[in-house]
């Protein structure tokens, strides 16, 4: 399936935003490609939650989210998945959920093992890490691991394009 280009760079984005170090996000970027079919599911969009969080409902826990639509079957059989404010609200709780086994992982398929130890998905563990591997290598030759993350000083440079101008006549007088 081909990558949705806008999507990725949104997770990209939140992911930075949420302050994980790049090396991670390089992992967490494959496994939300590879869950969300290269961010083509509806679930990035709508419940802005891109690796199918289950809805807790103890916003101690589980801060801005609600209580989304239900997961399939073969799942859950009473859960539902959780939406999210905005995407920056699932990459901080993806991070608290992914953080211990991402940190100690030394392989993408190492990675997929400790998540399947914890139960984080109910699919055969090689095809996850089939699946990880495949988008890892997906979104390197896409290059989208180079995203520039949108950042305070570009934002103001497309608000303000004569800042500059301003800066320069402020030192001058």
Do not use: C
């Amino acid at each position: 399936m081909e990558l949705n280009l806008e999507g990725a760079k949104k997770v990209f984005n939140a992911l930075v935003n949420a302050k994980i170090p790049l090396k991670y996000i390089k992992i967490i970027m494959a496994q939300s490609a590879f869950e969300t079919g290269g961010f083509n599911d509806k679930k990035l969009y709508t419940l802005n939650n891109t690796s199918g969080i289950t809805f807790k409902g103890n916003p101690n826990i589980q801060k801005n989210a609600v209580k989304g639509s239900p997961m399939p079957k073969n799942e859950s059989k009473t859960g539902h998945y959780a939406k999210f404010n905005t995407l920056n609200d699932w990459a901080v709780d993806h991070w608290r959920i992914v953080k211990n086994n991402i940190v100690k992982s030394t392989s993408l398929a190492d990675y997929g093992t400790r998540l399947k130890a914890q139960n984080y998905f109910t699919g055969p563990l090689p095809n996850y890490i089939k699946g990880l591997e495949f988008y890892y290598k997906k979104l390197e030759k896409n290059k989208l691991f180079e995203i520039k993350p949108n950042s305070f000083s570009e934002t103001l440079k497309k608000l303000f394009p004569f800042l500059g101008i301003l800066v320069i006549f402020a030192l001058v007088f």
